[in-house]
């Protein structure tokens, strides 16, 4: 076999300019020639076959590889003829890349299978080495031309195999593979901020009401208690509900301050007890407001609205702020 040969199915010269992406995984479908060592007795052959590397980064990867030699000739044999099926693994070493080329380096080994064993040729293991450029059309394909030598194991023959094949990239980008791992490496802890508190208003809360009191008018001019009177009474006229009974303990005419009112409980007795130790007479009366029944809490009784609207402020400031004069 020529030199010439070899050389000249090795080399691939296209002059053009393009940018190449560094991708997880290439594929490349590939023909070639196979040049057997004269000893073999076997005629050179087409080849061809896929290989499927795999990069470790942007330099190195590793290849995984199929060929096929249909029907080489024994010479010494002939008619006879064999097919021969080659499998190996290589590792690809891509030092550096010149514009739209990129050489590499291979080495490795596999086993070839023979259809037909003729004389010293059988089925047997092997190594290869070689070398090869690629030239990137475009960020995904490439053309890519190679060389390899392989020496068989067993016979000890020496093959020389020359490709040309078409290279498709996919999976991610080694250099976003880079990125991606530096950015996690360089993520800080996210620590959700608490959300501010309130105003100091909005948390001040009067520990002697419940939530089940009534709201309650807050005081007004003198004449509030008829207000409050009129208003009852338009109520219970407009739903046709009678007017709650008087308690025997309250005298018609007599006037009250109201410090609250329970609808769905009886008041709690530590806040009846905290108004009886202040010094003053809790009344309890039930009534209907807006056709609920109610149990009020009542301080008195008084004689006269000025005697009560004179207690009112000091249980305004003592009691709770939203206490009113209430007639009975």
């Known amino acids: 076999m020529k030199l010439s040969n070899i050389l000249l199915s090795s080399i691939l010269l296209i002059s053009l300019n393009s940018l190449a992406a560094d991708y997880e995984y290439e594929i490349v479908p590939k023909i070639g020639q196979n ?12 080849s061809y076959g896929v290989d499927l590397n795999y990069y470790l980064n942007s330099q190195t990867g590793l ?64 190594l290869d080495a070689g070398l090869g450029v690629k030239y990137s059309l475009n960020p995904v394909f490439d053309l890519i031309a190679e060389a390899k030598y392989i020496k068989k194991l067993d016979t000890m023959d020496s093959d020389v195999v020359t490709n040309l094949g078409m290279g498709y990239k996919f999976g ?12 996690t490496a360089n993520m800080e802890e996210f620590t959700p901020k608490p959300l501010p508190l309130p105003d100091s208003e909005l948390q001040s809360v009067n520990a002697q009401m419940s939530q089940e009191e009534l709201p309650m008018p807050e005081s007004k001019e003198k004449d509030i208690f008829t207000e409050h009177e009129e208003m009852k009474q338009s109520m ?77 402020p000091d249980i305004k400031s003592c009691i709770t702020n939203s206490a009113f004069i209430y007639k009975m």
Do not use: C
């Open 63 to 126: 290849q995984l590889g199929y060929e096929r030699i249909s029907k080489s000739k024994y010479r010494w044999y002939y008619p006879n003829e064999t097919d021969i099926d080659r499998f190996y693994l290589n590792a690809v070493y891509e030092p550096t890349q010149y514009n739209s080329l990129t050489p590499y380096f291979l080495a490795g080994g596999g086993y070839e299978k023979l259809s037909k064993e003729i004389g010293n040729q059988k089925s047997q293991g092997f």
């Open 35 to 46: 040049f057997f060592d004269d000893d073999s007795g076997l005629d050179d052959e087409t």
């Open 236 to 312: 219970l006229s407009s739903k046709n509900i009678p007017p709650s009974p008087k308690q025997n303990f309250a005298n018609e005419g007599e006037y009250f301050i109201q410090v609250g009112a329970y609808a769905l409980k009886k008041p709690e007795q530590r806040y009846l007890n905290d108004i009886v130790q202040k010094g003053y007479n809790v009344t309890l009366h039930d009534a209907n407001v807006r056709g609920r029944k109610v149990t009020k809490i009542l301080i008195g009784p008084y004689s006269s609205y000025e005697e009560a609207k004179k207690i009112l």
């Open 172 to 183: 991610m980008p080694i250099s976003s593979m880079r990125q991606l791992a530096q950015n």
